[in-house]
């Protein structure tokens, strides 16, 4: 079993609709979650970062945690072609630097 | 992504041969992490540098990898005898802080393809 579950879609949704994208993991360990966006032949980006429970909100993004089911979340509402990308969520434990399990990515296309 | 600059973009070697992987952090960075993706699967981390010192390599294979981070200069990502199994593509990342409250910031990657 991975230690970070993400299901890799694709997903295709059309402009405008609310988009869910998850992530399950398996080490309680985990308190530092992050969701980057990748578009093609490009680096991760970092869109959303948050630190243990909780939501967390920017501009049309939202970041969920659930550490009680390890399960983590984000929503985009108002989704605009220009949001076409895969999504990988990110963890790690309190390590004390930046040594991340990145989920395998999900793959999103917003079409017009 | 534009402060991290990574070259070569792509890179093509036969097996048997040796990869060189350069970054160079952003500005201000003396924290590198080098991460590898392999096709449709996420980015697995490989090792972990300040400059002149390796804090983490869990993640690198024992034999064939190398990394370092001089005093002066890129981060190189060294890949002796490479073999099919390499090719993938190999980020770079830096940040300010070892913090994980010093958020990384990925380059563009080095796509390597071994014939």
């Known amino acids: 079993q991975k230690e970070v579950e993400q299901d890799p879609g694709p997903l295709s949704v059309p402009e405008g609709a609310i988009v869910s994208l998850n992530c399950t993991y398996s080490?309680?360990?985990?308190?530092?979650f992050m969701w980057y966006r990748q578009y093609s032949r490009k680096g991760p980006e970092l869109l959303m970062y948050t630190y243990s429970s909780g939501n967390k909100e920017d501009g049309r993004f939202t970041a969920q945690v659930d550490k009680s089911s390890k399960y983590i979340s984000l929503f985009i509402r108002d989704s605009q072609p220009s949001d076409s990308a895969t999504y990988l969520c990110?963890?790690?434990?309190?390590?004390?630097?930046?040594?991340?399990?990145f989920g395998a990515g999900t793959r999103l296309a917003v079409h017009p | 992504n534009a402060g991290v600059m990574q070259n070569p973009r792509h890179l093509v070697r036969r097996r048997g041969q040796e990869a060189r992987l350069r970054c160079s952090p952003m500005k201000g960075h003396s924290h590198v992490y080098w991460y590898r993706q392999l096709p449709e699967e996420g980015l697995k981390f490989m090792v972990y540098?300040?400059?002149?010192?390796?804090?983490?390599e869990s993640g690198m294979p024992k034999e064939r990898f190398s990394a370092e981070f001089p005093k002066e200069g890129p981060s190189i990502l060294r890949i002796q005898q490479v073999v099919r199994g390499d090719s993938a593509a190999y980020f770079c990342?830096?940040?300010?802080?070892?913090?994980?409250?010093?958020?990384?910031?990925f380059g563009n990657g080095t796509r390597l393809t071994v014939t």
């Open positions: 080490n309680s360990a985990f308190q530092y």
């Open positions: 990110a963890m790690s434990e309190p390590g004390g630097y930046n040594k991340l399990i």
């Open positions: 540098l300040q400059k002149e010192n390796i804090i983490d």
């Open positions: 990342a830096s940040s300010a802080e070892s913090s994980y409250n010093s958020p990384l910031h």
